[in-house]
């Protein structure tokens, strides 16, 4: 089955950049979309279709994705962006949704 | 505002059937998008589980196809979700939420708050 690589953890300065990975094969064929989990509550679509932004995702959320690795990019971080984000595709070959393993940010 | 929240019994004994329902607002199930069950063990990552458009079209995750069913009531706006066989594994945060299914794309843009579901004699 399709698996999705995300590092288990990202350290940034509060104004910083961070910049989370999700490495699969060949993962810039298929469409990824991200979400933001902060503790204790529900998922929250930060990105989908590798770049777009749901209304209401601020601009420093943005994404993008080719070859083997998306990324999800968060500018001029803030204390609030401190949560764990998931990456997520549609693996076509088996008709099911995967996510990635997770990465949680810490602002230091 | 599209709206979901998962209802049912937070302990089930293993061996038995785990059985949630989620209530829309906001939307109408029949108008459209399929719908979704995700689930969280503690302390880990998100697993899907399966979605359902409202006419009956649905995916599994071929990990728990065998144990999984959901079904959808569109004069209630409520969808749900049975897994059988439960065993302490199955143990986690069951999220409901909307599916934007597409040919070249499927994501989950509205949630519910999730409900914690314990599997134990």
């Known amino acids: 089955s399709y698996v999705l690589t995300q590092p288990p953890s990202v350290s940034v300065a509060p104004g910083q950049t961070a910049r989370i990975t999700c490495g699969g094969n060949n993962i810039g064929s298929k469409s990824v979309h991200w979400y933001q989990q902060e503790p204790g509550q529900a998922p929250v679509l930060v990105v989908h279709?590798?770049?777009d932004r749901p209304s209401g995702i601020p601009e420093r959320f943005s994404g993008s994705n080719s070859g083997n690795t998306a990324t999800l990019t968060i500018s001029r971080v803030e204390a609030a962006d401190e949560a764990d984000y998931y990456c997520q595709v549609w693996d076509s070959s088996s008709d099911h949704a995967v996510f990635g393993t997770g990465t949680k940010v810490t602002v230091l | 505002q599209v709206q979901l929240q998962e209802s049912g019994p937070g302990l089930v004994k293993p061996s038995e059937t785990l059985s949630l329902t989620c209530t829309v607002s906001g939307y109408s199930i029949s108008s459209g998008y399929y719908w979704g069950w995700i689930r969280q063990p503690p302390g880990k990552g998100l697993e899907w589980i399966g979605s359902m458009f409202h006419s009956g079209s649905t995916y599994y995750n071929p990990s728990l196809k065998s144990r999984v069913t959901i079904s959808v009531d569109t004069s209630k706006n409520q969808f749900s979700l049975k897994l059988s066989s439960v065993t302490a594994a199955d143990t986690a945060v069951y999220y409901c939420?909307?599916?934007?299914?597409?040919?070249?794309?499927?994501?989950?843009?509205?949630w519910g708050q999730g409900t914690l579901v314990t599997v134990s004699s």
């Open positions: 939420a909307r599916v934007v299914m597409t040919t070249v794309s499927t994501d989950f843009d509205y």
């Open positions: 279709d590798d770049s």
